[in-house]
Nanobody
Framework: QVQLHESGGGSVQAGESLRLSCEPS????????MEWFRRPPGKEREFVAR????????DYADSVKGRFTISKDNDKNMVYLQMNTLKSEDTGVYYC??????????????????WGQGTQVTVSS
């Protein structure tokens, strides 16, 4: 059974930074992608960022481009989300997802099967 464990959430002021970490219980294969989603209060889960394990190719939601950076450590089998210049609209529960399908053409949360428990990020303005 695949398990994902996120950490690093917290409460910060607008403009500050946080770094989230995700550790899968299985070795991430080169064909996989690792992704971050978030669920803002009262809203559906939405795509934030993804990284292709094979070559490190990344992709971001428009709302976080230039502020968030997804990265990976192959040796540690970890994926990270560096979040800078946080805004109040970044508030939500952040989830790590493992995608054995690799690089999908669309990132719909309902299509993913492997999720972490989530970590809360609260940004106060």
């Amino acid at each position: 059974q695949v398990q994902l464990h996120e950490s690093g959430g917290g409460s910060v002021q607008a403009g500050e930074s946080l770094r989230l970490s995700c550790e899968p219980s299985v070795r991430v294969a080169t064909a996989y992608a690792m992704e971050w989603f978030r669920r803002p209060p009262g809203k559906e889960r939405e795509f934030v960022a993804r990284i292709r394990w094979r070559d490190g190719t990344t992709d971001y939601a428009d709302s976080v481009k230039g502020r968030f950076t997804i990265s990976k450590d192959n040796d540690k089998n970890m994926v990270y989300l560096q979040m800078n210049t946080l805004k109040s609209e970044d508030t939500g529960v952040y989830y790590c997802a493992l995608d054995p399908m690799g690089w999908r053409s669309a990132q719909e949360a309902r299509d993913y099967n492997y999720w972490g428990q989530g970590t809360q990020v609260t940004v106060s303005s």
